[in-house]
């Protein structure tokens, strides 16, 4: 039984295989994103209940993919968590004026993503 759907949005494909990995075998369907572009027309084509995005990432950043999102009538309830390697408050500062709903710092813990979806989706 498929659950709910989630996208991997990150250029590095370590991060996009690790997530892949974590979140199948809880039996998610998930999407792939290698760019901010990418991101951004999957979201409005699948439509999905929760977001990975990454800050820095070709053709469009992070912040600018989920200000389109948040800024979307269709997609603003679109749950968005930030996965960066940038951890300062400027960009969570940024990310939270973006509409991001969660910031993640890189390296994250398996533990702690699995928690986080988990937690969102028995609400």
């Not at 469009?60 to 979307?72: L, Q, T």
């Not at 509409?99 to 928690?115: T, W």
Request: charged share 30%; hydrophobic share 40%; with cysteine.
């Amino acid at each position: 039984m498929v659950k709910h759907s989630i996208l991997v949005a990150d250029d590095n494909e370590n991060i996009r295989d690790s997530l892949t990995y974590l979140l199948e075998d809880e039996g998610y369907r998930l999407f792939i994103a290698k760019d901010g572009a990418e991101a951004l027309q999957t979201v409005r084509d699948q439509k999905p209940d929760l977001v990975f995005l990454d800050l820095m990432m070709p053709e469009m950043n992070g912040f600018e993919v989920c200000r389109a999102i948040k800024s979307d009538p269709q997609l603003k309830e679109t749950y968005v968590i930030i996965l960066t390697a940038m951890g300062q408050m400027a960009e969570q500062e940024r990310g939270k004026e973006a509409g991001a709903d969660r910031f993640l710092v890189k390296p994250f813990s398996p533990v702690e993503i699995l928690s986080l979806v988990r937690k969102h989706f028995k609400k």
